[in-house]
């Protein structure tokens, strides 16, 4: 006698950018996480125009007009890559995002080793977990490319 299998689908995590995506829902799920690591930018910029308009300098030690100036523009793309993730997930902006957080994960951990900004083990949590975001969003977005177009109000 054969078997009737009803099998539902394993429960997603979050500790695994490499899981495999066992239908629309989860690729979804997981390609809306990149907002979250576009967010992180948007705070990260924020934080560096209340320093500077408090403190006179940013956490870099930067006190131009100009590093002003460019925290403004990169919240506005921030935001703007948010709002095009959480609405249509699109392959383009999720790799944006990772690639813009990495390059900021890069610079931050240079700035960290020369002393520039202060560190603590608060930081290293917050980055594996925003790479992990980061992965998530771009491998959810690719698999979104060619999933079966199914009504996505069902999904959302």
């Not at 006698?1 to 690729?27: D, V």
């Not at 996480?33 to 308009?53: K, P, R, T, W």
């Not at 951990?109 to 290293?124: C, D, E, H, L, T």
């Not at 790479?131 to 177009?149: H, N």
């Amino acid at each position: 006698m054969a078997e009737q299998t009803n099998a539902k689908p394993k429960k997603q995590t979050w500790l695994n950018p490499f899981q495999k995506f066992e239908n629309r829902k989860q690729a979804l799920s997981a390609a809306k996480s990149g907002a979250v690591v576009s967010i992180y930018l948007v705070l990260s910029y924020a934080i560096q125009i209340a320093f500077l308009h408090w403190g006179g300098k940013d956490t870099y030690g930067n006190q131009s007009q100009a590093a002003t100036v460019t925290d403004v523009v990169a919240i506005v793309l921030a935001a703007f890559l948010t709002w095009r993730i959480l609405v249509k997930q699109p392959l383009w902006a999720s790799i944006v995002v990772a690639l813009w957080f990495f390059f900021e994960l890069a610079f931050k951990a240079y700035a960290m080793f020369r002393g520039i900004q202060p560190a603590n083990g608060s930081f290293i949590f917050m980055f594996i977990a925003l790479i992990i975001g980061a992965i998530l969003s771009v491998r959810g977005s690719w698999y979104l490319r060619s999933a079966p177009d199914i009504d996505d109000k069902v999904f959302s």
